[in-house]
């Protein structure tokens, strides 16, 4: 969207200039008073984004269990380089990559409706326009994994490339640390080789799965993530961070029982 302003802009300025030379005044005041409504316009997103990345930033800065402000931050940029490529809408894509945390489900006695809650009161505190509320709320409301066999669809290509994004954060080197930094904060052991890794079907029994560990994680979602991309940009980065993943899990397992 910023780029289509930008485009838009220009192309305005260059029609004013046009109507002025010829002296056409009542065009030239319609364009031009459109010319400084967008101009408002852009600068308010501006403002609503660089609000929202302070209040998201002095609510998750510190947090320990692999859900901070820098695993938003990178959720934004991978979020960002699969907008462009996709051609979603990067400002909705923007503040839904922002807010996507903002009252994660898993933090909040499975409470689905609290994140979207959330984001929908900051964003009415900042007056934009309701659609976009609408839109940004129904992409914190869906975006969460929430179990091998429960369907998380997006309705629109700027929820798939939000839901894409950070789902490519819990995988790679990067979603190793984050499934450690997660379990140490739950006191989740772990590894127990007798207790199997289970594909839950409800939200429910992934929430709260009890007697698991760190490593069944791994099978439960994480390797589970490459096939369930939205966008084929965010499926070509997923094969090599889905490789690295078992290329762990066959190390950690030989050192485990001791053949390395």
Excluded at 3 to 20: A, K, Q
Excluded at 81 to 92: M, N
Excluded at 212 to 225: A, D, G, Y
Aim: proline content about 2%; charged content about 20%; overall charge negative.
């Amino acid at each position: 969207m910023m780029g289509d302003i930008v485009y838009f802009d220009t192309t305005i300025v260059y029609i004013l200039l046009y109507h002025e030379s010829t002296r056409n005044f009542q065009t030239y005041n319609v364009l031009h008073q459109i010319f400084i409504n967008k101009q408002i316009g852009t600068q308010h997103m501006k403002a609503v984004l660089e609000q929202t990345r302070k209040y998201v930033r002095g609510k998750f800065e510190g947090e320990g269990s692999g859900h901070d402000w820098w695993h938003i931050q990178r959720v934004v940029n991978l979020a960002l380089v699969l907008a462009e490529k996709e051609h979603a809408d990067q400002y909705i894509v923007e503040l839904a990559a922002l807010l996507h945390d903002i009252a994660d489900y898993k933090f909040h006695g499975g409470d689905t409706e609290i994140g979207p809650k959330t984001a929908r009161a900051w964003l009415e505190s900042l007056s934009v326009q309701a659609p976009i509320v609408d839109h940004v709320c129904d992409i914190v409301a869906h975006v969460s994994y929430k179990g091998a066999g429960v369907p998380t669809p997006m309705k629109t290509v700027e929820g798939m490339v939000v839901q894409d994004a950070d789902r490519l954060d819990a995988m790679g080197a990067i979603g190793i640390g984050r499934t450690f930094a997660y379990g140490g904060s739950k006191g989740t052991v772990m590894h127990n080789p007798d207790v199997a890794p289970q594909l839950h079907s409800t939200a429910d029994a992934y929430l709260n799965k009890g007697n698991s560990s760190v490593i069944n994680h791994f099978h439960e979602k994480l390797l589970l993530l490459k096939d369930r991309m939205n966008t084929e940009t965010a499926k070509k980065m997923a094969e090599e961070r889905h490789q690295f993943m078992e290329q762990y899990l066959e190390q950690f397992h030989h050192e485990w029982k001791g053949l390395r």
